[in-house]
């Protein structure tokens, strides 16, 4: 898979390096700059030697278009049981890393960051006044769990837009990594919280 052949890059990225101020209601941006890069022939030629068959069976069986992050948690999920489905085991989501790069006002990047989790980020200020980028790595799991934290009501909406869109990049790959929860408009009508599906 090519890395680069399904960005986006945002037209507000494009705003940033042509204007010297940044507006401070302006919508923040983001855009995935690191996918898992796996060496499937590696991979599965030793652990069919070693282990005596084909950890790819489910992948190879599943009917919907799997991405490189779905075919590799389908094969260690095989690994740990032989009839496993190509389904996301949330338990294997750490296995799986992205680096987003965001685009935001600088208290906005620091909401976002405490959203976090602890995730390694690195941080400048842009050249456009009041705006930072900040690049942030993590885990399956922990982007989960961030765009949860970030999409409460009682987070600002524009740090709320953020992890909304966050949540976008991944449902655009193919990760649905919230299906035990649904979308609820926020009073802002802009953006949208993320409730627990039992929740009433």
Not at 114 to 122: D, K, T
Request: net charge neutral; aromatic share 8%; proline share 4%.
């Amino acid at each position: 898979m090519q890395c680069g052949s399904r960005v986006q890059v945002p037209a507000a990225f494009f705003f940033l390096c042509l204007h010297a101020r940044f507006d401070l209601s302006m919508k923040p941006e983001a855009v995935i700059i690191h996918r898992p890069n796996i060496d499937f022939s590696v991979f599965l030629g030793v652990a069919l030697k070693v282990l005596g068959h084909s950890l790819a069976t489910a992948a190879d069986a599943s009917t919907k278009q799997l991405t490189d992050a779905d075919r590799f948690l389908s094969c260690l999920a095989t690994m740990r049981n032989s009839n496993a489905t190509a389904d996301l085991n949330p338990k294997l989501l750490p296995h799986v890393t992205y680096s987003i790069l965001i685009v935001a006002s600088e208290p906005d990047i620091l909401d976002i960051m405490e959203c976090s989790g602890g995730m390694p980020f690195v941080t400048a200020e842009t050249v456009a006044r009041g705006a930072m980028m900040t690049v942030m790595t993590g885990t399956l799991a922990e982007w989960k769990a961030a765009v949860l934290a970030g999409s409460v009501p009682e987070m600002e909406p524009t740090v709320r837009l953020a992890y909304n869109k966050i949540y976008g990049l991944f449902r655009d790959e193919g990760l649905n990594l919230w299906t035990d929860f649904r979308q609820q408009r926020a009073t802002d009508q802009v953006t949208f919280l993320l409730e627990y599906k039992r929740a009433r």
